[in-house]
């Protein structure tokens, strides 16, 4: 499975910003999910999808700002994030990841698992 992550950048305070993830090489269902990084902190899930049935799952950290959808077109191995009401402290490297084992079950508590495949990262620099 191969993961390439698209979007990101810069953007103040209050503003939004968009990320993608597609994942190829595999055409059944995933479990994919978008983890971040801030400099200095250890990596946190946010938001995840069970792309077999389009479940979503967001974490509290960004629930109510950020939402998680699925393409709706043949490829529903990708995903995107949908990032609004940024804050300075949401600044990190996002990672998109996925992994075929975990079921739909499984794949709501994403964050505690060891994803299999990762993609390279995508930066997201939120000013105030």
């Known amino acids: 499975v191969r993961l390439v992550e698209s979007g990101g950048g810069s953007a103040q305070a209050g503003g939004s910003l968009n990320l993608s993830c597609t994942a190829s090489g595999w055409t059944n269902s995933l479990c994919m999910g978008w983890f971040r990084q801030a400099p200095g902190k250890e990596r946190e899930a946010v938001a995840g999808?069970?792309?077999?049935?389009?479940?979503?799952?967001?974490y509290d950290s960004v629930k109510g700002r950020f939402t998680i959808s699925q393409d709706n077109t043949e490829n529903k191995n990708t995903m995107s994030l949908r990032m609004n009401s940024l804050k300075p402290e949401d600044t990190a490297i996002y990672y998109c990841?996925?992994?075929?084992?975990?079921?739909?079950?499984?794949?709501?508590?994403?964050?505690?698992?060891?994803?299999?495949?990762w993609g390279k990262g995508t930066a997201v620099f939120i000013s105030s």
């Open positions: 999808i069970y792309t077999l049935y389009g479940t979503t799952y967001i």
């Open positions: 990841a996925a992994e075929p084992r975990l079921d739909e079950r499984l794949c709501s508590q994403f964050g505690s698992y060891k994803m299999e495949y």
